[in-house]
């Protein structure tokens, strides 16, 4: 029998939560970001689940975006890093991939490449996250060059957020953004899922680029959890328990002994670990569901294997159903007791992981 860990893909699930999207963009377009694998959960699946009624996606990786020509999928794509080396304006052409330009090396891509058809744009503003792209004062300067260069097709004006979970952060880079000498009906993609959901007015007519939420994760602190968002989790990991430890009082579990029973313990080892991708700064307590009961992780997570606390569960026992993040045990929630994000979580799923589709 093979190891019990395995996780679903619910694709139905994805596909409601890029209608929620949807209902959020209004008439703006809503390209769904499936960089890094569809953030753990498969790329082909994840877009041909939305092909009949994606406006468009956006990623980062050209064999990415060649395969999902490939597998016949005719929407826009927009590949947020742009091009990176000289070619990659012709191959964008070849594919008709849309390309993020944020240094002027990809400008000069664009002009000495030999393209088929005219490339469509997204020229990238640094609003204040200083990682990609230009400063709002110089985007009409970039923006003219773009427009002068006959390789170059519809460009529309982006910028990420640098804290999108913010108020105030959001309104001081819109302020920014909103300050570049360009003209006035270019049109505009700002809004990652934090700002699509929290920020009306980072929904703009060039289109809005949610991820997290696709996933069915919230992208706001746990008072918006995904469920009062209306989302559907997407990923669900699940395991079993594979042994059971009767741990007296003041004996330890795990490596480095970093939990003591202070009382007699009943320890069930799930068959589980960081080389799954369960994160293992998870500290003891982080929630996990054993026969659908909730209870919590004991001690430090090893490579293959987790210890949990089955003592008010006299039920559970070796061959229990464990869930350490999906239905009924939301991945925001495990990642929060982890120190960590739900994105990071998700794309950490480890090859080994056997994943099976539901919903297709
Ligand atoms: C990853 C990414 C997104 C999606 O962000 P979420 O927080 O997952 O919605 C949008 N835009 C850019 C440029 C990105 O890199």
């Not at 070849?94 to 088929?116: C, F, N, S, W, Y």
């Not at 369960?278 to 294997?305: C, F, K, N, Q, W």
């Amino acid at each position: 029998m093979p190891r019990p860990i395995a996780a679903t893909v619910d694709v139905a699930a994805f596909r409601h939560n890029y209608l929620v999207a949807k209902r959020y963009a209004g008439e703006a377009p809503a390209f769904a970001v499936i960089k890094s694998n569809a953030y753990g959960h498969g790329l082909l699946r994840c877009a041909e689940a939305i092909a009949d009624c994606a406006d468009g996606y956006a990623m980062l990786d050209f064999a990415e975006a060649a395969a999902l020509r490939e597998a016949g999928i005719r929407q826009p794509i927009v590949l947020l890093e742009g091009g990176f080396e000289a070619g990659d304006a012709a191959e964008a052409s070849r594919l008709g991939l849309t390309l993020a330009v944020h240094e002027p090396g990809q400008i000069r891509m664009l002009e000495l490449d030999k393209v088929e058809r005219p490339v469509d744009v997204f020229l990238k503003l640094n609003t204040g996250m200083n990682r990609l792209g230009f400063r709002p004062d110089q985007a009409a300067a970039q923006f003219a060059r773009l427009r002068a260069c006959p390789n170059v097709g519809r460009i529309t004006l982006m910028t990420h957020f640098a804290r999108a979970d913010d108020d105030v952060g959001i309104r001081e880079a819109l302020g920014r953004f909103d300050s570049a000498a360009v003209p006035a009906d270019m049109p505009h993609c700002v809004a990652n899922s934090a700002a699509l959901i929290r920020f009306p007015e980072a929904v703009r007519s060039g289109g809005v680029r949610p991820g997290i939420i696709l996933y069915g994760c919230s992208p706001m602190p746990a008072s918006h959890s995904a469920e009062s968002l209306g989302l559907k989790p997407v990923m669900h990991l699940q395991s079993r328990i594979i042994d059971v430890q009767q741990v007296p009082a003041g004996e330890t579990v795990g490596y480095g002994g970093r939990f003591t029973a202070i009382r007699s313990t009943r320890v069930g080892i799930v068959a589980c670990g960081y080389a799954d991708g369960y994160p293992r700064h998870a500290e003891s307590g982080t929630p996990i569901l054993v026969d659908g009961r909730r209870t919590g992780t004991l001690g430090r997570v090893s490579m293959d294997m987790l210890a949990c606390d089955l003592t008010d569960l006299p039920e559970a026992g070796i061959g229990s159903e464990v869930v350490l993040w999906g239905r009924g045990m939301p991945a925001d929630e495990v990642a929060g007791a982890a120190g960590t994000i739900s994105y990071e979580m998700l794309c950490a799923l480890a090859a080994r992981v056997p994943v099976s589709v539901l919903g297709a």
